[in-house]
């Protein structure tokens, strides 16, 4: 079974709130779990659920086997700098900071000549808070196997975890399942919006947009099917299926997806540009 390290948390807000949930679920002992967090609001959120914090980086703290970075990209080099002191030669440091590449976090974290090794960059999304995340993960080719199953492990506590090659991978991953959320919680709004148009309550929208969502996806998973197959099995010739699929295709809806994705993906490198090093 996995024994879960002592880890730190720099950046206690909403994903690190979605990671630790994960783990206390899995049964990760909370002695284990430290977040350090400016916010004094947060600070006293996480003492009253039993989480040691502080708001800084402290000598304290130099026997976390796992330090995890979950600020805002802008703030990644600052805090990453700030807590280097502190790391030991062995220490895994996983950030999940939008567009920070591995090559800005193990030359931060070592330097240009002797760029650190035991560095993953992940992309986990919000539904890791009810344990239904999925997780893009990279690393340098000298992360040990044993780091690698850590990394893995911990992910996994939220939900699945996908393993990619590279940097440009990860911000691919961000702009699908990272964003993802975004774009579905935008679709169920528009449903919801489109069933009130047509005379519906907002509570019977909400009820079968939830549901037709979750009972679409849970049918394209088991599946053995494409999705497309799946979408022309619903449009019956001459029907409302595919009265409502030709408004989609005027307005080039896979196409207006896709240029938003492309839009999140660019964003990430802007983000590595603008804050990597
Ligand atoms: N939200 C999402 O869906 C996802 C976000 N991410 C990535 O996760 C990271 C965190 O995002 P999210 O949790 O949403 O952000 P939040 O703003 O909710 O959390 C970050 C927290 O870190 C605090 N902080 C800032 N500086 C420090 C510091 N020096 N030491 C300790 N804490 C500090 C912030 O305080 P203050 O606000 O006062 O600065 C804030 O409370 C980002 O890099 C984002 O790209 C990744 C996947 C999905
Ligand atoms: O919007 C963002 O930049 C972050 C990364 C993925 C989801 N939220």
Redesign the pocket.
């Known amino acids: 079974m996995f024994k879960f390290p002592s880890i730190a948390f ?7 709130n979605a990671l630790v949930s994960g783990l206390l679920n899995q049964k990760c002992p909370s002695e284990n779990l430290h977040v ?4 004094d609001t ?1 600070r006293e959120q996480w003492s009253a659920k039993n989480i040691s914090t502080s708001s ?1 980086p402290d000598a304290g703290l130099t026997n976390k086997k796992v330090w995890i970075f ?4 802008q ?2 080099k ?2 990453v700098l ?1 807590c280097k002191p502190w790391l030991s030669s062995d220490t895994l440091v996983i950030s ?3 567009g920070i590449s591995i090559g800005s976090l193990a030359s931060w974290l070592g330097s240009d000549e002797s760029p650190y090794q035991n560095v993953v960059r992940c ?4 539904p890791a808070l009810v344990g239904a995340g999925v997780t893009g993960l990279a690393a340098p080719l000298g992360l040990s196997l044993q780091d690698r199953d850590t990394a893995t492990n911990l992910l996994s506590a939220v939900g699945q975890t996908v393993w990619v090659e590279d940097d440009r991978a990860i911000d691919a991953v961000t702009a699908l399942s ?1 964003s993802g ?1 975004a774009y579905v919680f935008l679709f169920i709004e528009a449903l919801i919006q489109g069933g009130e148009s047509l005379g519906l309550t907002a509570q019977q929208s909400k009820e079968l947009a939830l549901a037709t969502l979750a009972g679409a996806t849970k049918l394209a998973s088991n599946s053995s099917e494409p999705p497309s197959t799946l979408r022309e099995r619903v449009t019956s010739k001459g029907g409302t299926t595919a009265a409502a699929l030709a408004v989609f295709q005027d307005s080039k809806f896979v196409h207006i997806v896709s240029e938003a994705m492309r839009a999140a993906d660019l964003r990430a490198a802007e983000l590595s540009k603008e804050f990597g090093a």
């Open positions: 720099i950046g206690g807000g909403n994903m690190a350090i967090e400016v916010a947060l800084t979950a600020v805002k990209p703030q990644m600052e805090v700030a999940i900071a939008a992309m986990p999304n919000t990272g959320p």
